[in-house]
């Protein structure tokens, strides 16, 4: 079953429980062997929980925190339940609650482990990346948040692990980022690593795709320019492309470099002391730049050129 099939069927069961003990505790009570309402606005005050939770879980992709804290509610309904079991003449309430609260938290788990986010990527440990490429055992961040132009990642992230690198997506947002699809909205992309919790050290090059929404968020994000300027203080290669020199802008690195982008960002970075060319792709020193997604092609090469300058011995980064 998928993360999503998962997800799906927790929260339909989710639904259901919850509205079976909104609307009908007191059948309930009778079931477990309790005649006398006591354990009437326990059952509901549980049942406002457990919608709660089954909307929380069609709402996002992969509601990680709020799975975990559904576990730990889990386990107080079967702590309250308990209770109200130890003052029943049922000895069949004791299996009843095993059976209903045991197979919810094992779902809940899983859930928690396989959807998007839930399981991230680790930085620590033996490198992945195919180390017989021309980038093996390189470590590439390619920062982004929800608006970020879909081919502008897919294709590059394709030339990086092609050549053998390994990528990791590092976003602002908790588990999946949403491309743009040059019209509408795109796909969703699950993040690897939290921005917030980055550090640029665990990473030898940083790649900014474009996008008008992506950038511009960025931008304003203090930890987000943050992370692109440390690439520059420690030399390491940048490749960006379309309107990702917004960061670099923001940053404070566009003096003085030989720059393209999107031709919208032109004054942009001429304003930022930028000198803008209009070509496929510009490198200069440790940064390399592109027009948009009609480069991407010569961006790659470009890119895989620039970053395999960067690369170290395989055996020095396991």
């Keep these: 079953m998928t993360e999503t099939k998962t997800r799906t069927a927790l929260g339909l069961a989710s639904l259901a429980v919850g509205t079976t003990e909104l609307a009908a505790p007191r059948w309930l009570e009778k079931t477990m062997g309790i005649d006398d309402g006591e354990v009437t606005g326990i059952l509901r005050v549980l049942g406002v929980r457990e919608l709660l939770h089954g909307f929380d879980l069609f709402a996002h992709d992969n509601p990680a925190p709020g799975v ?12 309250l339940l308990a209770t109200a079991f130890a003052k029943s003449r049922r000895p069949s309430g004791w299996a009843a609650i095993a059976a209903a609260v045991a197979p919810v938290v094992i779902a809940d788990m899983v859930c928690a482990v396989t959807g998007p986010g839930g399981k991230r990527r680790s930085l620590n440990g033996p490198r992945r990346g195919r180390s017989e490429g021309p980038l093996g055992g390189l ?46 909205w795109g796909d969703k992309f699950p993040v690897d690593v939290n921005l917030f919790t980055a550090r640029p050290d665990d990473f030898d090059a940083l790649l900014l795709p474009g996008g008008v929404i992506n950038p511009d968020l960025l931008r304003m994000m203090a930890p987000a320019v943050n992370f692109v300027r440390a690439f520059f203080d420690d030399g390491k290669p940048v490749a960006s492309i379309c309107h990702g020199p917004w960061a670099i802008i923001e940053a404070g690195q566009a003096r003085g470099r030989r720059m393209t982008s999107w031709p919208t960002l032109e004054t942009h970075l001429r304003n930022a002391g930028a000198d803008w060319v209009s070509e496929a792709a510009v490198v200069d020193d440790n940064l390399v730049t592109s027009r948009g997604p009609q480069d991407i092609p010569a961006f790659n090469r470009a890119m895989i050129a620039l970053f395999a300058k960067a690369r170290r011995p395989v055996a020095a980064r396991s």
Excluded at 69 to 78: I, K, Q, S, T
Excluded at 161 to 170: H, L, Q, R, S
């Design 68 to 79: 975990f804290a559904r576990v730990a509610g889990d386990l107080l309904d079967g702590a």
């Design 139 to 184: 470590r590439v961040a390619i920062l982004v948040t929800d608006g970020f132009e879909q081919v502008e990642l897919e294709y590059p992230r394709k030339a990086l692990d092609k050549a053998g690198a390994e990528t990791f997506i590092v976003a602002p947002d908790p588990s999946t980022v949403r491309a743009w699809d040059f019209t509408n």
